[in-house]
């Protein structure tokens, strides 16, 4: 992941300072993102990721 490189505020214009906190703020939700991802991916069946589980109900057999 790459890192911010953060500018003294008193350089920086205000949408200047305004893209740079959208910036870390989008950084954060999608780190947020991946390690929720990652979370979810520890159930796993080992499908892969095109394949699907059908059942078929259980049915029963009446003589």
């Known amino acids: 992941m790459n890192n911010i490189e953060l500018s003294p505020p ?3 214009s ?3 300072r305004a ?3 959208t910036t870390i703020l ?3 939700i999608v780190r947020t993102q991946l390690a929720q991802a990652t979370k979810q991916r520890e159930v796993d069946l080992g499908l892969l990721h095109d394949q ?3 059942t078929t109900p259980y049915q029963e057999r009446r003589l």
């Open 10 to 12: 008193s350089e920086m």
């Open 14 to 16: 205000a949408s200047a």
């Open 19 to 21: 893209t740079e906190i």
């Open 26 to 28: 989008a950084a954060a």
């Open 52 to 54: 699907r589980v059908h």
